[in-house]
């Protein structure tokens, strides 16, 4: 399957159910995260969550921000809250595309993600989800 989604059919596939949606993206190999307006996640395939080493239960019930996570720029840096590439496209209302974030996860190792981020308004203009994608770059990360 081609992993360079249009984000319009990731948002049509959703809006028209939660089968086409899964069909659509659960064979890929880059994860794909669905969050509310409170950067709440809401579904996600399984790339998504095996990416951070979780469960979909674990994914789910997690805050984007959540400083377990303990989320770091490229050089080192942390994330700031305001900074998530989640937050961004709710704040902005545009999509914020190539972010790369480093993630350490529960078993202490680190995953490098290249992270891009779509807000889908609703017909009042207003946030309706994010749509998030999670691409594994960690071996540019390696010696």
């Known amino acids: ?17 939660e089968k086409d949606f899964h ?7 880059i994860g794909v995260g669905v969050y509310n307006a409170n950067a709440q996640p809401i579904d996600c395939n399984k790339a998504a969550y095996h990416l951070l080493g979780l469960s979909k239960e674990q994914f789910l019930g997690n805050s984007a921000m959540d ?20 937050i961004e496209a709710i704040t902005n209302y545009k999509p914020k595309l190539n972010v790369i ?9 680190k ?3 290249e992270v891009n981020t779509h807000p889908i308004l609703n017909n009042e203009g207003t946030i ?16």
Request: with cysteine; glycine share 6%.
């Open 111 to 113: 995953v490098w993600l």
């Open 128 to 143: 309706r989800h994010v749509f998030c994608t999670y691409k594994d770059v960690t071996e540019r990360f390696q010696n």
């Open 101 to 109: 974030m480093g993630v350490s996860r529960p078993l202490k190792d």
């Open 1 to 17: 399957m081609d992993e360079h989604l249009d984000i319009n059919e990731l948002n049509h596939a959703y809006q028209s159910g």
């Open 23 to 29: 069909q659509l993206i659960d064979g890929m190999s």
């Open 67 to 86: 400083p377990y996570w303990k989320i770091s720029h490229e050089d080192g840096s942390k994330f700031e809250t305001y900074n998530f590439p989640i």
